[in-house]
């Protein structure tokens, strides 16, 4: 949504309120992401091989980093660009890759 809000050419405040929610979800995400992984117990070792690097690096790219670049470009006030979510989308798919494939490893 906050990529067609820029191709539409949507004004300011709809793109900040966009942006926010989108920072929230994040969150949430991280979040619910984090309690799957505390739930799995053992079974979270199966994620310690090239899987749990993968994972960890669509966490730092597909959720931290947008989430940083977001609250940095609110902080100095500046229209925040496109690249957060593209991150998302991008992590996103990672994030199912890395769930479906690993699980095929176990």
């Keep these: ?3 067609l809000a820029y191709r539409v050419g ?3 405040a709809r793109r900040c309120d966009l942006h926010r929610m989108d920072d929230g979800v994040i969150v949430l995400e991280l979040l619910v992401l984090i309690a799957v992984m505390v739930s799995l117990g053992p079974v ?3 994620w310690l ?3 749990g690097i993968l994972l960890a690096i669509v966490i730092v790219l597909g959720m931290i980093a947008p989430l940083v670049l977001s609250w940095r470009a609110r902080r ?3 229209v925040s660009l496109a690249t957060p979510p593209l991150l998302v989308l991008v992590g996103g798919f990672l994030l199912r890759v ?3 494939f690993s699980a095929q490893s176990v």
């Design 1 to 3: 949504m906050i990529l």
């Design 10 to 12: 949507s004004d300011h």
């Design 44 to 46: 979270l070792s199966a």
């Design 98 to 100: 890395v769930i479906v």
């Design 76 to 78: 100095v006030h500046q």
């Design 49 to 51: 091989n090239v899987w």
